[in-house]
C-alpha cells in the first residue's frame, strides 16, 4: 500500500467517524425531543383535560382547571394573557367601526402592528400587502386610533410578548 492510499483510507475513517458521531447526536436530540414531547396532539378531541383562562358573561377573566374537553369548554384560552388579549380584541373590534370608512381589504391599507425595540413595544405604522385586524385606508386614521386606544391596543398584543 502506498502512502498516498493510507492516507485516503485514513482521510476516508475519519470522514466516516465524524459522520457517525454527527447522526449520533441528531437521534439523541431525536430522541430528547421526544421525551420532551411524548403526545403531539393532533385534535381537539385528543385531549384529556385542559386547564387555562376563560371570559365569563361578565367580561371577566376567569381560571379553569383539570376540566374534559367537550362543547362547552372550547373558549378555554391556554394562558391568561391570551384570554385577556382576546376580550381587548372584541372590544377593539367595536371601536374600529366607526374608523374603518374608505377601507377594503383588496386597496392597500395601513396597519398597526407591534414592533419590539429595545425590550419596549412600540407600534409600527406601516402600508399593508395583506388583511391585517388593526388596518386603515390612511395613516393619519391609524395613527388616530392608536392615540385614542393604545392600552386596549397593547393588551391586545400582549400576548405575543408574555
Known amino acids: 500500500m502506498t502512502p498516498e492510499e ?3 483510507i485514513i482521510n476516508r475513517l475519519n470522514a466516516l467517524e465524524l459522520l457517525q458521531k454527527k447522526n449520533l447526536e441528531e437521534v439523541t436530540a431525536l430522541k430528547n425531543y421526544l421525551k420532551e414531547n411524548p403526545l403531539l396532539v393532533e385534535d381537539w378531541s385528543d385531549l384529556n383535560s ?3 383562562y376563560y371570559i365569563d358573561s361578565f367580561s371577566k377573566v376567569e381560571i379553569y382547571h383539570n376540566r374534559p374537553t367537550n362543547e362547552e369548554n372550547r373558549n378555554v384560552f391556554a394562558t391568561e394573557s391570551q384570554a385577556k388579549a382576546a376580550l381587548a380584541k372584541a372590544q377593539l ?3 374600529l367601526q366607526s374608523f374603518r370608512s374608505g377601507w377594503h381589504k383588496s386597496l392597500p391599507n395601513y ?3 407591534p414592533e419590539l425595540i429595545d425590550g419596549e413595544v412600540k407600534p409600527y405604522i406601516g402600508q399593508g400587502v395583506f388583511p391585517q385586524f388593526l388596518a386603515f ?3 393619519e386614521k391609524a395613527v388616530l386610533f392608536y392615540a385614542a ?3 386596549l391596543i397593547h393588551e391586545f398584543w ?3 410578548f408574555d
Request: charged share 30%; hydrophobic share 35%.
Open 6 to 8: 493510507k492516507l485516503n
Open 50 to 52: 385542559i386547564s387555562g
Open 93 to 95: 373590534s367595536q371601536l
Open 111 to 113: 396597519v398597526l402592528l
Open 137 to 139: 385606508r390612511s395613516r
Open 149 to 151: 386606544h393604545k392600552k
Open 158 to 160: 400582549s400576548e405575543f
